[in-house]
């Protein structure tokens, strides 16, 4: 199944509104492996948990591209308690604060997920949490990832490694948002295994997405600026 969505990405007339493309960087894997420990700048993925950037393998290609980050485990080696794998990464929002703090700015996330299927105890949900914070970034060397606002998407896929799924989800911004913190997860939802013994069998993430655009009730006060087209998935997608 084919299809496209088109989002309106205008600019304020009162405020200087850069949208229309993802303000993620390196959404789809291509550039840089991932760093350990929680962020502290902006613009890179990080994460405790163990993942890593690969090419095709599993009998599973990038949605695009040559890259996409597999997640391996929930935890350091031997970790039993743990049941998420997160990968983050942090995403400075300064340059629309005028538009924030008018409480009408809309953040749309959205990534591309696929895995393997091994037996009945192969892990099945994949999720997108965006985490919005109010100080500046190095508070999260004392306080950690713990967003005082967040939102979180799920997805359950299905057994075809042939086709990636797509989950997505658009929420207004609180007015004090400085800075947001992307993570993407996957989870163990069928069996917790002990971390370093096939946590994940083959669990992969692309193309992942941020944008930024006035919320729809603004529309009064906007000039037409342009549209923004999210791609069409190969073969049979999925929206949540």
């Known amino acids: ?37 929680i962020p502290t ?12 950037v690969v090419g095709p393998e599993n009998g599973i290609r990038p949605f695009e591209g040559t890259r996409m980050l597999r997640f391996i485990t929930t935890g350091g080696i031997g970790n039993a308690t743990t049941v998420t794998s997160n990968i983050n990464q942090a995403v400075d929002l300064s340059p629309w604060g005028s538009l924030i703090e008018t409480g009408r700015a ?26 919005a914070y109010a100080g500046s970034i190095e508070d999260l060397a004392s306080t950690g990832l713990n967003p005082p606002y967040s939102r979180t998407v799920w997805l359950e896929t299905d057994r075809a490694p042939d086709t990636w799924e797509l989950v997505g989800k658009k929420f207004v911004l609180p007015d004090w948002t400085r800075f947001v913190v992307v993570e993407i997860m996957a989870h ?16 992969y993430a692309d193309m992942i997405s941020l944008e930024i655009v006035p919320e729809p009730g603004t529309l009064l006060l906007l000039a037409l600026g342009g549209l923004s087209v999210l791609r069409a998935a190969p073969g049979r997608s999925r929206v949540r």
């Open 188 to 203: 163990e939802n069928m069996y917790n295994d002990i971390a370093g013994q096939g946590e994940f069998h083959g669990h």
């Open 1 to 37: 199944m084919k299809w496209s969505m088109l989002l309106c990405s205008c600019c304020v007339a009162a405020l200087s509104v850069p949208a229309g493309a993802t303000i993620l960087a390196n959404g789809g894997f291509e550039e840089a492996d991932c760093a350990q420990g």
């Open 106 to 131: 809309e953040l749309i996330v959205s990534g591309w997920f696929n895995r393997i299927h091994v037996d009945d105890w192969t892990d099945t949900l994949f999720g997108i949490e965006v985490g």
């Open 41 to 52: 700048a902006f613009g890179y993925w990080t994460g405790n948990d163990i993942a890593e």
